[in-house]
């Protein structure tokens, strides 16, 4: 495992290119310079084996996000919260133009691990807010 702290992800290291590094963070893969890689020891390594599912909300902030940086983190949240057996995922994506509600709803709509999706109750944040629950 190492450590794109650029990203503020991590993620598996599946090849070294001379100075480039093919690292896949969840489902995506991308290829970073080697140099920007913080190698992490094995006991901070993620586990995800013996883990019992809990039932809980995982909650995601994407505010301040670009498009491309927020997929990403979704992406690794859908990963995350499918590993753990969450069966619900909010996504904070703020109000603003709802450029990033978009991307993340049209992200969401080609996954086939999102049963549905939803605005949060206005309580909750409402179109600010997309709640998703995982299929089972």
Not at 82 to 105: C, D, E, N, V
């Amino acid at each position: 495992m190492v450590e794109i702290p650029s990203l503020r992800r991590q993620g598996r290291l599946l090849e070294l290119r001379g100075e480039e590094a093919l690292v896949q963070v969840g489902p995506v893969k991308m290829t970073v310079k080697a140099k920007e890689l913080t190698p992490l020891k094995a006991q901070e390594t993620p586990k995800a084996i013996g883990l019992k599912p809990r039932r809980e909300v995982k909650e995601v902030d994407l505010r301040g996000l670009t498009v491309e940086e927020a997929l990403l983190e979704v992406a690794s949240a859908l990963e995350e919260a499918r590993a753990l057996g969450l069966p619900t995922l909010r996504l904070l994506h703020g109000k603003g133009t709802g450029a990033l509600r978009q991307a993340i709803r049209e992200a969401l709509r080609r996954d086939k691990r999102v049963e549905t999706f939803a605005d949060a109750p206005p309580h909750e944040g409402g179109h600010g807010v997309t709640v998703v629950v995982l299929k089972g």
